[in-house]
Nanobody, 126 residues
Framework: QVQLVESGGGLVQAGGSLRLSCEAS????????MGWFRQAPGKEREFVSAIRWSGVGTYYADSVKGRFTISKDNAGNTVYMQMNSLRPEDTAIYYC???????????????????WGQGTQVTVSS
């Protein structure tokens, strides 16, 4: 059973930075794609970023491009998302997700992911 555990959320002022972590366990992940999604109150869950398990290949939503960076720890099973220049509209619960099939062309779609973490709250004050 795959388990995903997010950490690193918190309260930050606009313009500040946070780094989210997602620790994956339970399987061999070499074929996986990993994604970050977020959900703000009263809104649909939306795609933020994705990365192939190999670390080669990343993809970002237009709203975060140039501000957020997804990466993976080469030796272990942790995926990171560095979030800079945060804005109040980035406030949401952020979820890590895993797609065991690595269907890269579906990486922005939530239904491609079979496993989800419990989420971590990010709040950006103005």
């Amino acid at each position: 059973q795959v388990q995903l555990v997010e950490s690193g959320g918190g309260l930050v002022q606009a313009g500040g930075s946070l780094r989210l972590s997602c620790e994956a366990s339970g399987r061999t992940f070499s074929t996986y794609s990993m994604g970050w999604f977020r959900q703000a109150p009263g809104k649909e869950r939306e795609f933020v970023s994705a990365i192939r398990w190999s670390g080669v290949g990343t993809y970002y939503a237009d709203s975060v491009k140039g501000r957020f960076t997804i990466s993976k720890d080469n030796a272990g099973n942790t995926v990171y998302m560095q979030m800079n220049s945060l804005r109040p509209e980035d406030t949401a619960i952020y979820y890590c997700a895993a797609d065991p099939n690595g269907t890269w062309y579906l990486s922005a779609l939530a239904y491609a992911y079979d496993y989800w973490g419990q989420g971590t709250q990010v709040t950006v004050s103005s």
